[in-house]
């Protein structure tokens, strides 16, 4: 797992954001499907509508407006992100689900919403259009510093935990396979099938990048699945590795194998809030509050979370969020 950027790099963009002039946005649009990692549809930012004027300001009696994108980890950040704001005594008013990257930038950016959890490869490559980086520290550098700059927007504290792409497979084929890596897995290929949604197969930064940069990687059949259907492929045999994301739920909930990207391919995903800076300016609490949650959502944690909802218990996400902040002595 990378190390958390240090707080001090965190500031120093606070500090050039609150300098610096919103940029109004666009009205909402319905919501489409989560964008910018593999097993999503691809929605571009220029989908969204142009940015028109906007006079508000922030005032004491309003509430803070927190939004997020329309997947079981987004609703569980916002519920989470909204509770720990409360519990810091300020009205909160929630947004969540309202839909991908392009529909949440475009609210943030008008003021429709005030912040939402957003992750800082999907900001690199959806938002800023920029090409992928490796270091994680570097990524959050590059969108905390263009935010800033463009947009007006704060990015707080990332949590440690990291969702990015990922191979997974159960324990008995790793077992019979000897699998722990990507190497592992691209000297046995041959031997299995792999499951995943059909841009996996197609994109570099799928499996023709996978078979670049480690070699082998020629599977004996490759199923093409829709997201919804990769895990019940796997558990039932059809296929013998999928296509999965870090934090996906079924990890734990199914104990499958996580395989180590020992050559560092796919892109890191942390997940941190992106503000808007005048309502920092007005309300610093809200920095404090995010910032002091960060620390807690390990992949691990973001698992068992998502397992909760998705599982057999399939729980609401806000009753999840707030067993969860009540545990860690986050609320009261």
């Excluded at 707080?7 to 300098?19: D, E, F, S, T």
Aim: with cysteine.
């Amino acid at each position: 797992m990378h190390a958390v950027l240090p707080r001090p790099i965190a500031a120093l963009a606070l500090a050039a954001l609150l300098g610096a002039c919103a940029t109004p946005s666009p009205t909402l649009e319905p919501a489409v499907p989560e964008a910018g990692q593999l097993g999503a549809p691809s929605t571009e930012l220029a989908d969204a509508p142009a940015p028109t004027a906007s006079t508000d300001t922030p005032d004491d009696a309003l509430p803070i407006i927190v939004g997020s994108k329309d997947f079981t980890e987004a609703y569980l950040l916002g519920e989470m992100y909204a509770l720990v704001i409360e519990a810091a005594g300020l009205p909160v008013e929630r947004k969540l689900g309202i839909g991908a990257t392009p529909i949440a930038h475009a609210a943030l950016e008008r003021g429709d919403i005030d912040l939402y959890p957003e992750y800082t490869s999907t900001a690199l490559l959806t938002v800023l259009k920029e090409p992928p980086l490796q270091d994680r520290d570097s990524i959050y550098l590059a969108v905390a510093t263009a935010y800033a700059e463009r947009f007006g927007l704060t990015w707080l504290d990332p949590s440690p935990f990291d969702n990015p792409q990922a191979l997974a497979t159960r324990q008995d084929v790793a077992a019979a396979h000897g699998l722990a890596t990507y190497s592992d897995l691209a000297a046995a290929a041959s031997e299995l099938v792999i499951g995943g949604p059909p841009e996996f197969f197609e994109r570099e930064d799928g499996l023709p990048g996978l078979k670049e940069a480690y070699g082998g990687f020629d599977f004996r059949s490759v199923k093409q699945l829709d997201p919804g259907l990769r895990y019940p492929a796997l558990q039932n045999g059809d296929i013998d590795v999928v296509l999965a994301f870090g934090t996906d739920g079924q990890i734990a909930g199914m104990d499958l194998v996580l395989l180590q990207d020992d050559l560092g391919f796919f892109t890191p995903y942390p997940v941190a809030p992106v503000v808007r800076a005048e309502i920092l300016q007005f309300h610093p609490q809200i920095a404090d509050a995010l910032n002091a949650l960060a620390p807690h959502l390990t992949n691990p944690v973001m698992q068992r979370l998502n397992w909760a909802v998705d599982g057999p218990e399939g729980g609401e996400p806000a009753d999840v969020a707030r067993a969860f902040l009540e545990d860690e002595g986050l609320i009261e």
